[in-house]
């Protein structure tokens, strides 16, 4: 499987989207859009899951480091729009208590 990732910015939140299956193959490329955007000074990041079929153990690492770059940074990031099996995996593996979750972009954009 693959994975695209889109960037985008509106004011002063980047949305990164996650297109495709988050797995051991792909989340070192999202890793490196991730890291690399934060260096850059970052502050407000949504991950959009709206077009991710899946994540995987090294995909929900990826969310965790990021959520703890973000707050040691003074920074916020929100996963947004996941499909029924992502929102499962998050819920399952705890992550939606750990890392705020919203339904839609929109929604997670008047958040942050």
Request: net charge negative.
């Amino acid at each position: 499987m693959s994975l695209k990732i889109t960037l985008k910015e509106i004011d002063d939140v980047v949305i990164i989207g996650l297109n495709g299956t988050l797995d051991t193959n792909t989340s070192p490329e999202a890793e490196v859009e991730i890291i690399k955007s934060l260096e850059q000074g970052t502050k407000k990041m949504l991950i959009n899951l709206e077009n991710t079929r899946y994540v995987s153990s090294a995909g929900l690492r990826i969310f965790l480091g990021t959520a703890k770059r973000m707050q040691t940074n003074s920074g916020m990031v929100i996963l947004c729009h996941p499909n029924e099996i992502v929102k499962d995996i998050l819920h399952v593996s705890g992550f939606s208590t750990i890392i705020e979750v919203k339904a839609t972009v929109e929604d997670a954009l008047k958040e942050i």
